[in-house]
């Protein structure tokens, strides 16, 4: 092969319109390439930008706030979660070699885990969450169930301040401590 990447005769003695290869650049730095980056993963970054700053303006609470208030609010909301990928970005750029990286996939990967794994990561632990509780419920407290007519069994563990039920600290540790140190971990790995 040619070092200048120069197109290169083949030397098969053939004359044909497959002699001339043309060698394939990868990316030698980052600044060569971050050049092959597309339009769908600017797009894919810009979309996850602006939903960070929509769901940012959203949390603002109290909702009541004066404008000017409502905005100091969600500039703080920004700033949290911009440490959030601080973090994760050092972690990135001390293991990440420019040489041979494909910066499209590392941005769909990102995207993809920042858009559909995330959401569906919290949906399973919801689910997850109310299996719990239920079995603890049954197991330490079946007098909850007694609520059952007036409150569907799938909201049950969510609605006992409502229905004025006081659990027991032992059951609700129970409950709290395998979905948050056992099955949360799990599903997050």
Do not use: H
């Amino acid at each position: 092969t040619n070092q200048g990447g120069n197109a290169v005769q083949l030397s098969n003695g053939t004359n044909n319109q497959f002699d001339l290869i043309e060698p394939i650049s990868k990316a030698i730095t980052r600044s060569e390439a971050g050049a092959s980056i597309t339009f769908d993963s600017v797009q894919k970054l810009a979309f996850s930008a602006m939903g960070t700053l929509i769901l940012s303006y959203c949390a603002v609470s109290p909702r009541t706030l004066e404008m000017a208030e409502y905005n100091v609010k969600f500039k703080q909301n920004v700033q949290t979660v911009s440490l959030l990928f601080v973090a994760p970005l050092v972690t990135l750029l001390s293991v990440l070699e420019s040489k041979g990286t494909n910066f499209n996939a590392l941005i769909t990967t990102f995207y993809a885990s920042a858009t559909l794994g995330y959401t569906l990561a919290f949906i399973l632990e919801v689910i997850v969450t109310t299996l719990i509780r239920l079995g603890v419920f049954l197991i330490w407290e079946p007098a909850i169930f007694s609520l059952t007519p007036e409150v569907p069994l799938i909201i049950l563990p969510w609605t006992l301040k409502e229905q004025q039920y006081r659990p027991k600290r032992i059951t609700l540790f129970v409950a709290d401590f395998i979905t948050t140190c056992i099955a949360a971990p799990i599903i997050e790995e």
